[in-house]
């Protein structure tokens, strides 16, 4: 009979990703308004599609990577910084475009949940939401769409 496998077989802490999301669920919901049609902790980020003052809306969306500098982050053990860049690189690439940004969904990846570390990305990225919305005048919408566990990349971005 063959053994099932778990996630902390896998290495998957359940305990620490809840202890995330407890974190970061004040951060995300600091970013939503009534266009926001899910709480943080969905499979998927749900935004209303209404675009009552547009006859042919067309949605332009970003996906980016703060590459490098997540190296610089562990070095120093700041990470807010990273979460901000991504959501500004996401904004600058959907405003040159002419549109405007809506909302930042993201994709977290970590080789081991630190619920501190993922706390600060999130505020950083919660934090440059809430700046750009001032910015644009408009509200631009954190939503947590999923965070993934990697298993490669460790010379990178160090356990």
């Given at each position: 009979m063959q053994r099932s496998i778990s996630y902390a077989d896998a290495g998957v802490s359940i305990d620490n990703?809840?202890?995330a999301v407890a974190k970061i669920r004040e951060y995300a919901k600091s970013t939503f308004n009534e266009r926001t049609l899910t709480d943080i902790g969905s499979f998927g980020g749900m935004f209303s599609a209404m675009f009552p003052d547009m006859t042919e809306p067309i949605l332009v969306a970003?996906?980016?990577?703060?590459?490098?500098?997540?190296?610089?982050?562990?070095?120093?053990?700041i990470h807010n910084t990273v979460g901000a860049d991504l959501?500004?690189?996401?904004?600058?690439d959907i405003l040159v475009q002419g549109a405007?940004?809506?909302?930042?969904l993201d994709y977290f990846a970590t080789g081991k949940l630190e619920p501190d570390v993922t706390a600060a990305v999130v505020e950083g990225m919660a934090r440059a939401c809430r700046i750009m919305t001032e910015l644009l005048?408009?509200?631009?919408?954190?939503?947590?769409s999923f965070t993934a566990f990697r298993t490669v990349c460790t010379e990178i971005l160090p356990d």
């Open positions: 990703a809840n202890r970003s996906a980016d990577g703060v590459g490098t500098k997540l190296k610089l982050a562990f070095e120093t053990g959501v500004n690189h996401c904004v600058n405007k940004p809506l909302f930042f005048m408009q509200r631009l919408l954190y939503t947590n």
